[in-house]
């Protein structure tokens, strides 16, 4: 498989598989999730069961295992945040590159169009503008004087 221009032959760039596999990687974090939080309800209610038939120490030790599994869901939720943090600025990085290149193509088009008109060309332009008011206006003042004068 080559690259051509920096994508791939399927389409997708390096950076494109990379927030693909991010984004597997936290939906099956996600899923590890819920499976810890099924057996911390399973553990929570079997030492519920245990306490009321009176077996304090098996109660103790799903409290324990529960505990664990509580802290094992924290740790993964720490993953899940990292992994959501890492796809956003990945993808807004993305997105700054291209609103660069954007300002970058505008910035050679306006450099573009500044070439085509010369200071000189503007500064005539400018001349004939106030040649032409100045005409204008003689021929106000003439129809005024003419127009009060009758």
């Given amino acids: 498989m080559g690259t051509i221009f920096g994508k791939q032959e399927d389409g997708f760039t390096d950076q494109d598989k990379a927030i693909l596999k991010i984004k597997t990687q936290r939906d099956q974090l996600k899923k590890y999730s819920k499976q810890i939080e099924i057996v911390i309800e399973k ?3 079997l030492a519920r069961q245990l306490m009321s038939q009176g077996k304090r120490n098996k109660a103790r030790l799903c409290l324990k295992k529960k505990r664990f599994q509580e802290n094992l869901l924290r740790r993964t939720e720490g993953n899940l945040i990292n992994m ?19 300002l970058k193509e505008g910035n050679c088009i306006l450099k573009e169009l500044q070439g085509q008109l010369s200071i000189d060309d503007v500064e ?3 001349l004939e503008t106030e040649e032409a008011i100045a005409h204008q206006e003689v021929f106000y003042l003439l129809l005024i004087s003419n127009v009060l004068g009758n």
């Fill in 43 to 45: 553990e929570n209610n």
């Fill in 84 to 102: 959501e943090e890492m796809i956003y600025t990945i993808e807004f990085r993305k997105i700054e590159n291209e609103v660069f290149e954007g």
């Fill in 124 to 126: 005539d332009i400018l």
